[in-house]
């Protein structure tokens, strides 16, 4: 017995070894990746270049992308899709209104300070053409797989559209980082989030919310992305309005900071904030790094993800999505993150730091609410907007394997997807967010490199369409009138530019 005892202790030293090694290794890996050489320049420079070729289309066209999108709500008249306009939005919503809006925003101000959110603001403003340009070639190089879904994003568009090898070896890199990627920061580490949330708030047992979430999971996965779209559709904008409504009493409440902490924004953006308190002050440089490394993870423009979701939608042309995808970057940063940074700053929470940051948000929203109602909202958010990252987070994934293995793959990824997330309420898991953070960036990466390549394309076919349909009001036959070919499978020559006369 001493033997066996033994032997299960070096066991569980080894594994914590192991786990200890892994949360410093792939810390250092993910900073590497998420610093100022590397993903930060290149997301940011990729998001400029396509705006100054797209002349500002997020500028120029938000409004009616926001009217076509919300409003609307579906593109009357298409039927070649899985689901709506706006199922689609809200499929890639959940995947990113998820805890980077809550966590992500807090860690930003308390390591960079005020400024972050600043450039924030600045990288969701530029990253909405990467959105564009991602969702357009996600549904212009979409397929159709062996059940009749529709299925599209950089594991297709990079190969496609990019011939020879490195088409493939883009597309395969952006397909394994994904699916990998699935099951960390859009899995574990979201249960894990709510579980403790929960624990903190409720008491309730982490097992008891492992339980509850992979049952609820599996329920709506089964059913695919029609039942995804139909449960993010209601879902999505209640949480989004519940937790706006708490964080615009608080504003209210607060109303003669606002002035002064968007004062505070501007200018610590470009000065840096000196200590005060608990706060450790940071440069320029810091402030810079964490508003452009947290702002982009928490629209995730740039990393592809969403285009697979817009590959999903019933659309007439691909700028019609496109231009519809990108209003998820404006909601998700210039919307959600904005309300959780002010409540931040206006209430003061923000002076308690770096340490402090897991807590800030819900410290924040306790301060500007009476007794514990800013806690339990923050709570409730942070568990809706985990369960609906861990929907979005299941398609991209799914897709992915359909990529890599063909349709027999997809419904044992739903049932172990579903499963894994148990597991994320009920351990610890720093390791994994440093794996996640690692899995993104390998996915960011090929596709980044493959929207600069493809660039040309969706620069033609966006002047294209705009020129004839300036407000998104063209009918779907009229559509069909001046933009015929408004697929890659509908040309002779797939992947190659279109003809002059176009």
């Not at 999108?69 to 593109?75: A, L, M």
């Not at 306790?366 to 909202?377: D, Q, R």
């Amino acid at each position: 017995m001493d033997i066996i005892a033994n032997a299960f202790r070096w066991l569980g030293d080894v594994l914590a070894t192991f786990v200890t090694w892994a949360t410093t290794f792939f810390g250092e890996v993910a900073g590497v990746i998420w610093g100022p050489f590397v993903l930060i320049p290149l997301l940011f420079g990729v998001g400029l270049v396509l705006t100054i070729r797209l002349r500002g289309v997020q500028f120029r066209k938000l409004g009616p992308a926001l009217r076509l999108g919300i409003i609307k709500r579906r593109d009357v008249g298409a039927d070649d899709g899985d689901v709506s306009q706006f199922q689609a939005l809200t499929t890639a919503l959940a995947a990113t209104v998820g805890t980077g809006n809550i966590v992500g925003v807090a860690t930003a101000i308390g390591i960079g300070g005020p400024g972050a959110l600043f450039w924030m603001w600045v990288t969701g403003l530029v990253g909405m053409a990467s959105k564009y340009t991602e969702a357009f070639l996600g549904v212009y190089y979409r397929r159709t797989d062996a059940a009749g879904e529709k299925s599209g994003g950089p594991q297709y568009y990079l190969e496609r559209g990019i011939r020879g090898p490195l088409g493939k070896v883009l597309g395969l890199a952006f397909t394994i980082a994904a699916v990998i990627a699935s099951f960390g920061i859009g899995n574990m580490t979201q249960g894990n989030s709510v579980a403790g949330n929960l624990q903190g708030s409720f008491g309730v047992e982490p097992w008891v919310t492992g339980v509850v979430l992979s049952v609820c999971a599996l329920l709506v996965l089964v059913g695919g992305i029609k039942s995804i779209g139909r449960v993010t559709a209601g879902f999505v904008p209640v949480m989004i309005v519940f937790y706006v409504i708490g964080a615009l009493f608080i504003l209210a409440v607060n109303i003669t900071e606002v002035p002064a902490a968007l004062a505070l924004v501007f200018t610590d953006a470009f000065t840096g904030t000196a200590a005060t308190g608990g706060f450790i002050g940071s440069t320029i440089i810091i402030a810079v790094q964490m508003g452009a490394a947290r702002g982009m993870f928490s629209n995730e423009s740039g990393m592809g993800s969403a285009a697979i979701a817009a590959a999903a939608a019933k659309t007439s042309h691909p700028v019609r999505q496109g231009l519809v995808s990108m209003t998820q970057t404006f909601i998700d940063t210039i919307i959600v993150v904005s309300f959780t940074g002010l409540v931040i700053i206006t209430t003061g929470a923000w002076h308690v730091g770096e340490d402090g940051a897991r807590t800030m948000t819900g410290d924040a929203f306790s301060t500007g609410l009476p007794g514990e109602w800013g806690h339990y909202i923050v709570t409730i958010a942070l568990s809706m907007f985990a369960f609906s990252t861990v929907l979005g987070w299941a398609y991209y994934g799914e897709r992915c394997m359909e990529r890599l293995f063909g349709r027999g793959a997809v419904m044992p990824y739903r049932v172990a997807f579903s499963l894994v997330v148990y597991v994320g309420c009920t351990v610890s898991l720093e390791a994994v967010w440093n794996f996640s953070d690692v899995m993104n960036g390998f996915m960011a990466i090929p596709n980044l490199i493959g929207l600069l390549i493809l660039s040309g394309l969706v620069v033609r076919e966006t002047k294209h369409y705009l020129d004839h349909d300036p407000d998104l009001s063209a009918t779907t036959e009229q559509v069909v009138s001046f933009a015929p070919n408004a697929f890659a499978d509908d040309l002779p020559d797939v992947g190659t530019a279109r003809t002059a006369g176009r």
